[in-house]
Every structure is written in C-alpha cells, then in structure tokens.
C-alpha cells in the first residue's frame, strides 16, 4: 500500500490498492472455485462435504461482499500508512538486517498464532445473539459455501477481521514481507476452509499433530451448523474450550469412507 501511495498518490494508490486486493483473492479463491466448482466437479464431487450444488444467488452474494471487503482493507492499510507517516509508529522497518531472518521467521508466526486466538474470541463474539444479525450474518448467509465466501464479510465483520494488525503493527516490529506472507497465509486458509471438498487425508482428524490443524470439514460445518467449530487455522481453542462439533471426527471420516468406497 505504501509503494502504491506514493508512486501514484492517494486516492488512486488506494483504488489500486484494492484491485489488488481484489485480485489476490479472484487468484486464490477464483482458481480454487474453476477446478472443483466447473472443470473437475464430476470428479470430486465425490469429495463435497455438503452432496448439494451451491445455489447462483449465494455465489453473487460472495462475490459482491468480497468486493466490498478489498475495499475495507485497503482503507486499513491507508490507515497503518498514515499512522507510519505521521509516525505513531515506527514499527513497519524495511531493513531486514536490522532484526535479521531469525526475528522475521518468528515474528510470521507470532502474527499467525497471535491471530489464530484473536479470530477465535472474535468469532465467538459475532455469534452472541445480539450482534449475529448485525456483523456476521452476511458471511452465514453461504450455508454452503464454496471458495468465493472466503472474503464474503458485513463491512463491519471485515474491520473486526483484520483488526488485530493495526494494532500489533502499533508496538511490534514487522517487515513488510511478514505482512505479505500472512496475508496470503490467511486468504489461503480461508479458501480452504470455504472450499466445500475435503481433501484432507484419512485420519487427519486423529493424528497427533495435524489433529491440531483445521480441516475443510471443520468450517464447513460451521456453516452448517453455526454454533460449534469457531476456529480458523488450528483446532487448539476448539478443543480446549470444547467448542469442536460432537459429529466433527465422524463426519470427517464418513466422506472419507465415502470417498474410499
């Protein structure tokens, strides 16, 4: 966002700013829908978590809301360059010699880890009855989501998702490329989760270390279902607080029995 401001001002650095946003998620999100939604969809649809075609009017929804979405966070960058410029913070460094590749290893996944927990408290808090129907009722209307919804979110909801990274960047050092790198991280987490197939290996769910990682199942029945399954890229709060659906493991394993048949 910065190199767009200042190449080509700011409004246009900020119009730019949102195509490319934009773009970012048509790559991941559009290419993932293409190969399991139209090209190959006969041949894994053996694979679709939900057997149901998704209807045209919520693929226009996602897309609709997940143009709005780049908008969003290209107005939060325009803010983290204005907090650098004016220098509320000068945490955003561009020498990597000056923390080194150990710091910038750690401090990627600081930010994942860091986000993983705040996601998880948030999400729960968009579910509290009273603010659902005003924050995160948009992002539920893909019940059965394909990889479109991965940024289909209530304006609002769009703030509160990437909301912690304004305020890390405020008293943590960060290079630019951590950034960057956890923000395709997390678009791809989100098309993943949104997919609608599992492809995930048998036994996943019960292996002592990928157990901890979320899997297609474990947000799409989120969808499904709505009140279990609030985390994003790992299964540690879920279990901890006892949020995982009863039905995950089972559910996972009946596709992929399916599958195997």
Request: glycine share 6%; aromatic share 20%; net charge positive.
């Amino acid at each position: 966002m910065q190199y767009l401001i200042e190449q080509f001002g700011l409004l246009p650095g900020w119009l730019l700013g949102s195509l490319a946003i934009f773009l970012r998620y048509l790559i991941f999100a559009g290419s993932a829908f293409l190969i399991f939604y139209v090209l190959f969809k006969q041949r894994f649809f053996i694979k679709k978590i939900q057997q149901i075609e998704p209807k045209a009017k919520h693929i226009l929804t996602e897309l609709s809301h997940s143009i709005a979405t780049a908008f969003v966070w290209a107005t939060i960058g325009l803010g983290i360059y204005w907090l650098r410029s004016n220098g509320y913070t000068h945490h955003i460094y561009l020498n990597l010699s000056e923390y080194g590749w150990g710091y910038l290893f750690f401090s990627f996944w600081f930010l994942v880890f860091l986000h993983d927990t705040y996601f998880y408290w948030m999400h729960r808090m968009m579910h509290h009855p009273r603010l659902f129907p005003v924050l995160h009722r948009v992002h539920h209307l893909s019940w059965n989501p394909t990889p479109l919804a991965s940024l289909s979110f209530h304006p609002l909801e769009a703030i509160l998702e990437i909301g912690v990274i304004p305020m890390i960047v405020l008293v943590m050092p960060f290079h630019p490329l951590v950034l960057f790198l956890f923000a395709t991280w997390s678009l791809m987490f989100n098309v993943l989760g949104h997919l609608g197939y599992e492809i995930a290996s048998k036994g996943f769910v019960n292996h002592p270390f990928w157990k901890w990682f979320n899997t297609p199942t474990h947000h799409n029945m989120h969808h499904a279902k709505v009140h279990y399954n609030y985390g994003l890229y790992f299964n540690i709060w879920d279990r901890l607080m006892g949020t995982n659906h009863p039905e995950y493991e089972r559910t996972f394993d009946q596709i992929k029995n399916r599958v195997a048949e």
